[in-house]
């Protein structure tokens, strides 16, 4: 059974800080990994979504990458604002078979001015 | 805008009630998915369309839950006699294949 894991749960900086967000799954078979930003009370939007054959996609300042052979990959917020406070969330769809997305709980991020 | 359009966004119902939720996808997308999220936790999912065909079904969709997608366009999610444990946002996405899932604004149910 996949399991994805983010850490840290919550992570708090000053404006203008460069930083990294985790995410590990434990089944390595995965077809594509998607981050996605949740703000209070609403829906997904999704950011990155990287294919199990490529290492990283980069959007503006964002840049996330993935390791697959070890389950894990990072989101890299260059210069962050305080409209990036938010919860970032990770989600892994299997090589074959389920067509689901496993999700991590997310990391709680504030940027504070 | 052509996104994911969920309506309601919300809903308060009497435990014991039937409440129903529609997902319209983004136009062009054959695949439909519905998720619930309780608070603190990421997206679980429930069940998955391709086109009009549900494929796949969560072992949490009990028997008093039911998702169509009539025509391969709209969905609709039906709970049946609701429960204090249903209370939670009910998320729907769309993608075309296997590539980037677009989730819609959430359904927040609260039953009383």
């Known amino acids: 059974k996949q399991e994805v894991t983010q850490i840290p749960a919550a992570l708090s900086v000053p404006e203008g800080e460069n930083l990294v967000l985790n995410c590990s799954f434990t089944?390595?078979?995965?077809?594509?990994l998607q981050w996605f930003r949740q703000d209070p009370g609403k829906g997904l939007t999704s950011l990155l979504l990287?294919?199990?054959?490529?290492r990283e996609q980069t959007s503006g300042r964002l840049n996330a990458s993935l390791d697959k052979s070890s389950g894990r990959s990072t989101l890299y917020i260059a210069a962050s604002q305080p409209g990036d406070s938010a919860t970032y969330l990770c989600?892994?769809?299997?090589?074959?078979?389920?067509?689901?997305?496993?999700f991590g709980k997310g990391t709680k991020l504030t940027v504070n001015p | 805008d052509t996104g994911v359009s969920q309506d309601p966004r919300h809903k308060i119902t009497k435990r014991g009630q039937n409440v129903t939720f529609r997902c319209d996808p983004i136009?062009?997308?054959?695949?439909l998915y519905w998720y619930r999220q309780t608070l603190g936790q990421g997206p679980e999912f429930l069940t998955y369309?391709?086109?009009?065909?549900?494929?796949?079904k969560s072992r949490l969709l009990s028997d008093r839950f039911s998702a169509e997608r009539p025509k391969g366009s709209f969905s609709t999610l039906e709970i049946q006699r609701t429960e204090q444990g249903d209370s939670a946002m009910y998320l729907c996405a769309s993608s075309r294949g296997r590539y980037e899932a677009f989730f819609g604004q959430g359904t927040r149910l609260t039953v009383v």
């Open positions: 136009s062009e997308h054959n695949r």
């Open positions: 369309f391709q086109n009009e065909a549900q494929l796949e």
């Open positions: 989600a892994v769809r299997k090589e074959g078979g389920s067509e689901k997305l496993v």
């Open positions: 089944d390595s078979a995965i077809y594509n």
């Open positions: 990287i294919q199990s054959s490529q």
